[in-house]
């Protein structure tokens, strides 16, 4: 099979699951922030994010190359959106209502540009890693470095928090330590049937794999190569930092030791995941 770098593989994605993922991530985000430092500070910090945003990155990612998904297959995102904003909302926080978070939400990067550009969002396209973390991950990250700039070192210990508390709450999947390794291990040791944002965009090595570690060696990354040009001063936090926290909601006894990553200059990562209790008799070979 001939080598295809990371940087030149593509995968398809769906433009409907870029926008739910942002109105989940944007409403977690909009009031767990809300509660923390209130309504007044928690738009300053909105505002200063996009503030004279002008984005011809994003605009020439969604300028060309989408194809309409065909009706069967369309997602109704009205219905599942006012539902995400009446679980969230379901009464104001710090007096900010449903449709209040709404319209602050659709001004955020790139919804408020997919509104402007698509009648539907049902529609996808073949698409490189690195576009696809520009899509879904550059407003976000401009919202983390708005809250730095506006309080500093409590700014990145909040968001630090908010994204470990995200993370925690999105993954309701719980398995046994033995689970755990053996998906993990199947994941990385062969080729997904469909392609996606993580196969197309890190070149994995296992190193060594058991029911209780596993050694793997990231030798190509994309989201280190995305962050590292577009948001240096977050991306260790908004992408390395989750690992762990992945991977200890699913089973809190799964830890991941780490001491180099691409992300901050080094030629790999090296993970060490592992289970800090011994495999239970049943799960022995």
């Known amino acids: 099979m001939t080598y295809i770098p990371c940087r030149q593989r593509v995968f398809p994605l769906k433009l409907t699951d870029v926008v739910l993922g942002c109105f989940r991530?944007?409403?977690?985000?909009?009031?767990?922030?809300?509660?923390?430092?209130?309504?007044e500070c928690t738009l300053r910090v909105w505002e200063n994010a996009y503030k004279n945003y002008d984005d011809a990155f994003l605009k020439k990612i969604l300028s060309c190359g989408w194809q309409d998904i065909p009706g069967k297959d369309a997602v109704d995102t009205e219905s599942v959106i006012t539902g995400l904003i009446s679980q969230k909302f379901f009464s104001p926080v710090e007096k900010v209502s449903g449709s209040?978070?709404?319209?602050?939400i659709e001004k955020t990067s790139p919804l408020y540009l997919i509104k402007q550009l698509f009648p539907s969002p049902n529609v996808w396209r073949d698409i490189s890693t690195f576009e696809a973390?520009?899509?879904?991950?550059?407003g976000l990250s401009l919202l983390v470095e708005s809250l730095m700039d506006l309080y500093n070192k409590e700014g990145e210990l909040l968001?630090?928090?908010?994204?470990?508390?995200?993370?925690?709450?999105s993954n309701t999947q719980?398995?046994?330590?033995?689970?755990?390794?053996?998906?993990?291990?199947?994941?990385?040791?062969s080729t997904p049937d469909k392609a996606n944002i993580y196969s197309a965009g890190v070149e994995t090595k296992i190193?060594?794999?058991?029911?209780?570690?596993?050694?793997?060696?990231?030798?190509?990354?994309?989201?280190?190569?995305y962050y590292r040009e577009y948001h240096p001063r977050v991306g260790y936090m908004m992408a390395c930092s989750l690992d762990h926290a992945s991977y200890s909601s699913a089973n809190k006894n799964i830890w991941l030791r780490r001491t180099s990553t691409i992300m901050e200059g080094s030629e790999i990562c090296n993970f060490r995941i592992y289970s800090v209790r011994e495999v239970p008799s049943f799960d022995k070979s």
Do not use: P, V
């Open 174 to 189: 719980k398995m046994s330590a033995f689970e755990f390794m053996s998906t993990f291990l199947k994941r990385y040791r």
């Open 207 to 225: 190193i060594k794999g058991s029911k209780t570690e596993i050694l793997m060696h990231i030798t190509e990354c994309e989201f280190a190569r």
């Open 100 to 104: 209040e978070a709404r319209q602050i």
């Open 159 to 169: 968001a630090y928090d908010t994204l470990g508390a995200y993370i925690i709450e």
């Open 25 to 39: 991530a944007y409403l977690h985000w909009l009031k767990y922030l809300l509660r923390r430092l209130g309504k």
């Open 133 to 138: 973390l520009h899509l879904q991950e550059n």
